[in-house]
């Protein structure tokens, strides 16, 4: 079962445009992850955001967090091709040890 | 930078052959994770080591897979026998400790079950 569940399932967009995807969750967690998938290889690890923290910036991208809400907003800013890929959250249950579990992800195509 | 290495990269098999997977996680990290990526989905934890003993085995299916990580460091997992169901990508990642660390992925060996 998966515990995560993004929103859109699909996004294209035009380069310098900005692109938001949305997680939401189920149960208490430790922390929520965003990782990026190239089509066929491995996940890479792009921000980790503490349950006590609300707002997360590196380089173009921005995460926020809302526990109350039990949701997660990626924002990648002045988007490229290079970002197209599919984008996933995992979280990690306040109950598990270390346990990630991911949503379904987002496919992102960012066209020139 | 270090890398989580995974070999092979691609698997083709035929239905009830016996299938290996290896893993080399980070230098330094004790905590190792195999998943299954079944295409269009996230992946879903199989198995998770912390050092040498296994801490959450809960969605292994154990009748046909098996794992290990005999000294704590690379390792190992195992389908036999193979079914078509299992084609799929299978990740292997690492990381320091087993709570509220980041993991880092292997590039996955990709599973073709014929």
């Known amino acids: 079962s998966q515990q995560g569940e993004e929103d859109p399932q699909a996004l294209s967009i035009q380069e310098g445009e900005n692109a938001t995807m949305n997680c939401s969750y189920k149960?208490?967690?430790?922390?929520l992850q965003w990782y990026r998938q190239n089509s066929g290889r491995g996940l890479v690890h792009l921000i980790l955001?503490?349950?006590?923290?609300r707002e997360k910036h590196s380089g173009r991208l921005r995460v926020t967090l809302d526990t109350s809400k039990k949701s997660s907003s990626l924002l990648i800013t002045a988007s490229r091709a290079a970002d197209t890929a599919s984008y996933f959250c995992?979280?990690?249950?306040?109950?598990?040890?270390?346990?990630?579990?991911f949503g379904a992800g987002t496919q992102v195509v960012v066209t020139p | 930078e270090a890398e989580v290495a995974q070999s092979p990269r691609y698997k083709i098999t035929e239905k009830s052959q016996a299938v290996a997977f290896w893993c080399d996680p980070i230098?330094?990290?004790?905590?190792l994770y195999w998943y299954r990526q079944i295409l269009g989905q996230g992946p879903e934890l199989l198995v998770q080591?912390?050092?040498?003993?296994?801490?959450?085995d809960s969605q292994l299916p154990k009748d046909r897979f098996s794992a290990e990580r005999l000294k704590g460091v690379d390792s190992t997992l195992k389908i036999q026998p193979a079914e078509l169901g299992d084609s799929a990508m299978y990740l292997c990642?690492?990381?320091?400790?087993?709570?509220?660390?980041?993991?880092?992925f292997g590039p996955g060996t990709r599973l073709l079950v014929l």
């Open positions: 995992a979280t990690d249950a306040a109950d598990s040890w270390g346990k990630l579990q």
């Open positions: 149960t208490s967690i430790n922390n």
């Open positions: 955001i503490r349950s006590n923290e």
């Open positions: 080591f912390q050092d040498e003993s296994v801490v959450d």
């Open positions: 230098s330094g990290h004790a905590t």
């Open positions: 990642a690492s990381s320091l400790g087993p709570r509220g660390e980041t993991q880092y």
